[in-house]
């Protein structure tokens, strides 16, 4: 008899390490999507289809809109001015074709809308993040 593990424990072996990696991962989303939940700013995750896909509850304090009420719409319709509209696409589209964003990562302060009809300006960073559906995320307060 061999000392060696059959074909069949081998597989076993895999499938329990799979198993593992996959909790661990699971478990990875779950801490990040906390954290995303519970942030002390606005947090908005947009998906490569400029569709929001992460609203966190200082977003909702913030901007006015309940979670359920923007999920999946576009950010050009909830947030982004009409005239503003168009750099943000093409900032996609050039993102999309060359994986650079000359706005990402760094503090801007720009004029979202916000459910009341106003428009105000805030402070946001907008970050490259392929996480738990979003491609992008902003980190968002207002301007004082």
């Given at each position: 008899m061999s000392d060696?593990?059959?074909?069949a424990e081998n597989l076993h072996a895999i499938a329990d390490k799979l198993a593992d990696a996959a909790d661990t991962i699971?478990?990875?989303?779950?801490?990040v999507a906390a954290l995303l939940e519970h942030t002390p700013t606005a947090f908005v995750g947009i998906n490569e289809a400029s569709r929001i896909v992460e609203w966190n509850v200082h977003a909702e304090k913030l901007f006015g809109w309940e979670k359920i009420a923007v999920m999946?719409?576009?950010i050009t319709e909830v947030l982004?001015?009409?005239?503003?509209?168009g750099a943000h696409h093409q900032g996609m589209k050039?993102?999309?074709?060359?994986?650079?964003?000359p706005v990402l990562a760094?503090?801007?302060?720009?004029?979202c809308l916000f459910?009341?009809?106003?428009?105000?300006?805030?402070?946001?960073?907008?970050?490259?993040?392929?996480?738990?559906?979003?491609?992008?995320g902003a980190f968002?307060?207002?301007?004082?």
């Open positions: 060696k593990p059959s074909i699971e478990g990875n989303f779950r801490a999946g719409k576009q982004i001015p009409e005239r503003l509209r050039v993102f999309n074709e060359t994986g650079v964003g760094k503090p801007l302060e720009m004029p459910a009341d009809g106003t428009e105000r300006k805030v402070h946001l960073t907008i970050y490259h993040m392929p996480v738990n559906g979003a491609h992008f968002i307060s207002p301007v004082d």
